[in-house]
Structures are given as structure tokens and as C-alpha cells.
């Protein structure tokens, strides 16, 4: 038997909880939000442009009523908030574009830019990221994380909304991928699995400074690397080989590679390379 006290406690939870959207709402805008931007998503393609309209005005009243429902969401004035977001658009959709000319390129897997729009994880988290990147700097607040918390649950890749990533970002297969909330990712950077840009333990009033690391442009990141800290930079042109720990700054064209030692059958310890 569930005592009143409990049942009481749960009520006034109920009560005094803040005014939010379920998730659901916000996922199923996202959803309708990719499949108008890429076609390959969606159920029902439109052949005419009154068609794209109508759907784009459709999403714009979903995002509408997301705000609306969600009295913690919007820092700044939400009078016009949805229009400002809308109009990025067309620079969110080339981004993306630029993304999938580097998964293309940087993937010898890849057949075709379709099959990296309907298949690869890595895709479809920048997608999430872009969206809710944007929807960050607006002012949106709550949104944004829902949004990157479902492409979290779909493709096992954690980018926080507020990582700022430049053009023509690779993900070369994602799984345990993390990127913190002050990340800076210069652009044509690739990045594979396992690999975690993300903070030191830091004190909560900190929370605000710069605690991720900052990668330049044309850096590759192998798989389970992990590098950790708001002054550390990874210069332009550097590659950083699999399982390196860094809490360093590298310079630019640098090199870095886990050593390895192992114990031959005659008790000598051997050092390996990976070069």
C-alpha cells in the first residue's frame, strides 16, 4: 500500500515542476525539422514548392508551441524567436551539406552521399548538433539538450549543444564519442570512435569558464584518445593517434602516439611505437 504522505509528495512535485514540453514534442519536431531539410528522411517527399511551404510552416508552428509550452526555455525576448531560427536555416542545411562532402571523402566505405545521409551515425548527430547549436545561441534553453540527448540515445555519439564545430567535420563510425560544452573544433577535422574532448574536474561556479579543449583546423583524432582541459589546444595540422591522453597543448603539425610496453618470453620489456 502506497502511504499518503508519498502520494502527497509526488503531487506537489507535480505542482511546483516548471512548465516544459515532453520530449516527444520536441524529438518529433526535430524529426520533421531533417526529413524537410533532407528528403531521405522523409515518408512523404514533396514535388512542389507550395508542398515544402506548407511543411516548413508546419514545423514553425511545432517549434512555436514548444516555446510556448516551456516557461524556463528562452534567456532572451521569444517575440519573433522562431522566424530568427528559420531563417538559419539555409546556412544549417550547407553546413550539414559540408559535413557529408567530408564523411564522403574521408570514409572509403562511403558509397554514396545518400548512403551517408540515411546510415551514418556521425551524420545524424551533426544534424541534431547543428539544430540545437543554433537554437542554443538564440537564447533556447532545455531544447537544445533534449534534442542532442535523443541523437545521444540513437547513435551512442554525446555532443553538448553548446560545442562550437567548424565545416566539413568528419565522424568516422562515432560510437563513444564525447564532446564537451565548451569545445571548439576548428574545421575539416575528423574524428574517430571512442575519441572524448572533455573537461577537468572543475568547482560548479567554473561551470561558465571555458573547460573543454579547443582543436584547430585539419586535425585528425584517432580512436580512444582522450583530451581534457580548457587551455589545452591542439594545433593545426596535428594527428593524435589511438588511446593518447593529452591534458596538454600540442603544436601545430604535431604528431602523437601511444607508446606500448610488453614482456617477451625471456622477462625483457619491449617498447613499441605506433607510428
Not at 238 to 250: F, R
Request: glycine share 8%; proline share 4%; with cysteine.
Amino acid at each position: 500500500m502506497i502511504s499518503q504522505d508519498f502520494i502527497k509528495v509526488l503531487a506537489a512535485a507535480h505542482r511546483d515542476a516548471s512548465k516544459c514540453p515532453p520530449p516527444e514534442m520536441v524529438i518529433t519536431f526535430f524529426e520533421h525539422l531533417l526529413s524537410i531539410l533532407f528528403p531521405e528522411f522523409s515518408r512523404n517527399r514533396q514535388s512542389d514548392e507550395a508542398g515544402i511551404q506548407q511543411i516548413l510552416q508546419k514545423c514553425k508552428t511545432e517549434l512555436r508551441t514548444i516555446l510556448d509550452q516551456n516557461e524556463e526555455c528562452v534567456e532572451s525576448d521569444r517575440s519573433g524567436l522562431e522566424d530568427a531560427f528559420f531563417e538559419q536555416l539555409p546556412s544549417i542545411r550547407t553546413a550539414l551539406l559540408k559535413d557529408i562532402e567530408a564523411i564522403f571523402a574521408g570514409d572509403p566505405a562511403a558509397r554514396s552521399n545518400g548512403e551517408i545521409i540515411r546510415t551514418y551515425p556521425g551524420f545524424y548527430a551533426m544534424a541534431a548538433h547543428r539544430i540545437a547549436h543554433e537554437l542554443l545561441k538564440l537564447g533556447v534553453n532545455l531544447i537544445p539538450r533534449i534534442i542532442s540527448e535523443h541523437a545521444h540515445k540513437q547513435t551512442g555519439i554525446d555532443i553538448h549543444p553548446g560545442a562550437e564545430i567548424g565545416d566539413h567535420f568528419c565522424i568516422d563510425h562515432g560510437t563513444g564519442i564525447v564532446i564537451g560544452e565548451t569545445t571548439k573544433i576548428g574545421s575539416h577535422v575528423k574524428i574517430y570512435q571512442g575519441v572524448t574532448l572533455g573537461g577537468l574536474s572543475v568547482n560548479k561556479e567554473d561551470a561558465k569558464k571555458k573547460r573543454h579543449p579547443t582543436i584547430e583546423d585539419n586535425v585528425v583524432i584517432y580512436s580512444g584518445a582522450t583530451i581534457l582541459g580548457g587551455n589545452t589546444t591542439i594545433g593545426e595540422g596535428s594527428i593524435i593517434g589511438g588511446n593518447v591522453w593529452l591534458t596538454k597543448s600540442v603544436p601545430p603539425n604535431s604528431k602523437i602516439y601511444y607508446q606500448a610496453k610488453m614482456t617477451n618470453s625471456e622477462g625483457e620489456t619491449d617498447t613499441i611505437t605506433y607510428k
